[in-house]
């Protein structure tokens, strides 16, 4: 499949918040490219993009490889269209007392919050740069402003995704490309909280979980600013949340 006008790169493309983000780009025009870790697990999505009119381009990865990601990028940009939104949305969230974390799942999630951001960032604003425009939005959370008591793996890798950000924004906004750090500071309607977090789900009833649609037109928004007043960090959290 060869497509011609421009992608939107989503870098884990969940049923959640990254296919939302997905399906509100492709509704405006561009081709979304849905990257998670097993391309099988992308066809609903795919699917639904399609039957809506929009298109879609699923693409199996680990983020982590430098290869993959070299490669996925320079499929994209050749065989797809120019990457015009780039969204770094992979979780990482596994909740440990820091009794009981492992080196090698802090690392582990290190690698997926941080690291990928880190690889498929670079890539992306290499092309960028070379057009002199583009979005690049990486997803944040509560974490990515204070450490919580059994989230030392997370907030640390989320603190060092955020400064990713801000470095990335400082050098390449005056180059034309916006980056922007969005913090969801509250519950996503997920299957993690719908499972996990039965008590707390409940409060989608009154608007108290932040629904995944909302966050991508709030993606969709900064993408559409116009240069003289760009946004590099956002919060968002429901009404009810503690702040």
């Known amino acids: 499949m060869t497509f011609s006008q421009p992608a939107a790169l989503v870098i ?26 097993t391309a099988d ?9 399609d039957g809506a009119g929009g298109r879609a381009r699923a ?39 820091i009794l009981d974390e492992t080196a090698r799942k802090y690392f582990k999630i290190w690698e997926m919050a941080c690291l990928a951001g880190f690889l498929t960032a670079r890539e992306v604003a290499k092309r960028m740069v070379v057009r002199g425009r583009g979005t690049m939005l990486f997803t944040g959370a509560t974490a990515s ?15 060092a995704l955020r400064a990713l950000a801000q470095s990335i924004g400082r050098e390449l906004g005056p180059k034309g490309i916006h980056v922007g750090h969005v913090i969801v500071d509250g519950a996503i309607d997920t299957e993690f909280i ?23 037109d709030t993606y969709w928004f900064l993408h559409r600013q116009p240069r003289d007043a760009w946004t ?3 919060d968002l959290r429901p009404w009810i949340e503690r702040w």
């Open 12 to 37: 884990g493309a969940g049923d959640a918040t990254g296919g939302a983000v997905a399906r509100r780009f492709a509704r405006e025009g561009l081709t979304a490219c849905v990257v998670r870790r």
């Open 59 to 97: 693409f199996g990865l680990d983020a982590r490889d430098e290869e993959q990601v070299v490669a996925m990028v320079d499929t994209i940009e050749r065989d797809v269209g120019p990457i015009e939104a780039y969204v770094f949305n992979i979780g990482a969230n596994v909740p440990s007392s």
């Open 145 to 159: 402003l204070r450490g919580s008591a059994n989230f030392a793996a997370f907030a640390g890798a989320k603190h």
């Open 194 to 216: 719908r499972t996990r977090f039965p008590e707390r789900y409940a409060a989608k009833d009154h608007d108290g979980i932040v629904d995944p649609e909302h966050i991508a």
């Open 41 to 49: 697990k992308l066809e609903p999505l795919v699917a639904a993009i």
């Open 232 to 234: 590099f960090e956002l």
